[in-house]
């Protein structure tokens, strides 16, 4: 399944306010290319599944409230326009109208359920609040927004407007389900959220205090981790290769077995208390953690920061703060329980039986009705904005299969769900693919039903698909590129990353004037923006040819071991290389992995001719968006047509 920048299913605004510096250096992945709309989903959702959303916060006002109007930007009300003798429409693509109706149908399929549950909490605290005599003004709203935006060093209107274009969360959206919910939550649960100084001086002594910097071998079978156990006893100066070459946890394998700096009270506490009992060079027993087994040897020990006197009344009240709202997020549920328990809720949405008993409601609370036609506005005015550009996309697809004669069938769906299955392993003992195990995977990770995950994965794969896959064409060159990145020689290196020019070059001097690998290691730690490496004292996993970094891998095998690369720019960050060393090729004949290779190829070119497709479609296209007029486009066609209609008339007069 496809996954890129078009795909309807990632219609997931960024979870990020202040975004973190770019990861140059993750391990490789493998994707199977676009589908219709949306924006890239991060992490490692599998390709073509609907991306599941966090739940949104809940809201101060009545569930009976509607959407006041915007008139600043017509539509964002999520009302849509009405014309003079029809519905109320929200888009028209290429003359294709989208109706508001059917607009909020999509948003109550896709996100209806959490609409609604943010609803019922949403009436459930202010009843609480109501009964308590609490009561949160605008002001305490107002001045939470500032201390947050504060807190990324923001006006209260650039951080509202970042909140609004990367996560389309509107101001008052924000203000009121979002702030004014969390304030309710902190006052209902005070007396939960007391902070002793004892807990004040162990997050402090986790943030500050001494870290050890260790190596993992992890194995689930204690029969394969023993021999390597006690191999990296005999010879300690093998355990970074046995890592590499043996450990089950890829990401540590691919830098050696190398774990960021664990610190006092951070997570797990045998692996704490084994790694702070090592030596540096020691390796321990082996031990458990949960159903795998570790051995760690330890790196080096690292002393505590100790921050000046002067600032550590301003981090003790940052702690503070930081426990506060980790005790209310647990608060939060224990305070929902109880309200639910004191409560009567009917929740119909989704249940043919009930949906008979209670036709037009969405929920009862209480004895009060939730009305289909609230949550539709709700839902609409939360998602209405995002899921639109995915149902234009969509449309622009459906129109170009019209135009082209061709149609997507069901036999077409199933055989896109059967081969995206076997691609991904999913395989049962005859080899055949095991649908049912991958579909159930797919809505267990994501949450969806199987009617989303088809429409707004599958079938725009495989529309795209149908419209562009003659225009895929494989040479000998794609084959042998695809064989040194899949198969080929790896270079092993040492990176540090630099956010500007300045730095990077005053690193490269102290670098080369003391030119050893342990140094190098200590200036990663130090200076490099980019998490991976900092942490990991430079260590990076090892760049192959062909792996999408250019000029990152011209300068990575162009070195010898021990020599350090220049400057080297990489969109917009600064790196500087030292050459550790080179892998041996995986595998030597290339006709031993043909076939393989073929298919890796076919499904990287059809994946970037369905981009272009995708966006050549949306070039042309004709776009009125009503709930965001800023996205109406005119397209690059219909401009020509315009342009050549005024030399005429120019060439006439």
Known sequence: MRVTRWTLALLVASQCVAGAPAVLFGQDQVGRGPAV?????????????????????????????????????????????????????????NGQQITLQDLANQCVMHHGEEVLENMVNRYLILQACQERKIEITKKDVDDEIARIASKFNLSVAMYLKLLENERNILPEYYASDIVWPMLALRALSKEMLQVSPQEIDRAFQSEFGPKVQVRMIACKDLTKIQPLHQQATDNPDLFKTLARDHSEDPASASVEGLLPPIRRGGGDDIVEQVAFGLQPGQVSKIFQVGDINVVLQCVRHLPPANPPAAQLAEIQTRIKA?????????????????????????????????????????????????????????????????????????????????????????????????????????????????IQRWIADVLRDQGKSVEVYIRDAVWPTVALKKLCADQVQITEDDVQRQFEANFGQRAEVLAVVFSNQRTAQEVWEMARNKNTEQFFGELANQYSVEPSSRANFGKVPPLRKHGGQANLEKAAFALKPGEMSGIIEIG???????????????????????????????????????????????????ITNILNPKKSRIGNAETQASLDELKKSQVNR
Request: charged share 25%.
């Open 37 to 93: 709309g949306g924006s890239p989903q991060a992490g490692a959702a599998k390709p073509g599944v609907t991306a599941k959303l966090t739940a949104t916060p809940t809201s101060s006002r009545s569930i009976t409230d509607k959407p006041t109007a915007n008139n600043a930007n017509p539509g964002a009300d999520g009302q849509g326009a009405s014309t003079p003798s029809g519905p109320a429409l929200v888009a028209i693509v």
């Open 322 to 434: 930081e426990l506060e709202e980790e005790k209310l997020r647990g608060s939060a549920e224990t305070i929902y329980t109880e309200l639910r328990n004191r409560s009567q809720i009917i929740s119909v949405l989704g249940k043919p039986e009930l949906q008979q008993q209670y036709p037009g409601i969405a929920a009862v609370i209480n004895g009060q009705n939730v009305t289909m036609a609230v949550l539709e506005q709700e839902c609409v005015k939360r998602f209405g904005i995002k899921l639109l550009e995915g149902e234009i996309n969509r449309k622009l697809v459906e129109d170009a299969l019209n135009k082209s004669g061709k149609a997507v069938s069901q036999a077409d769906v199933d055989e896109e769900i059967r081969s995206t299955a076997a691609y991904y392993g999913y395989l049962q003992a005859d080899g055949s693919a095991d």
């Open 572 to 622: 917009g960050q600064y790196v500087i290389l030292r050459c550790q060393g080179f892998t041996q090729p995986v595998v030597q004949d290339i006709n031993a992995v043909r076939e393989d290779l073929v298919k890796d190829v076919h499904e990287k070119k059809l994946s970037k001719e369905m981009d272009a497709t995708m966006a050549k479609l949306f070039a042309d296209a004709q």
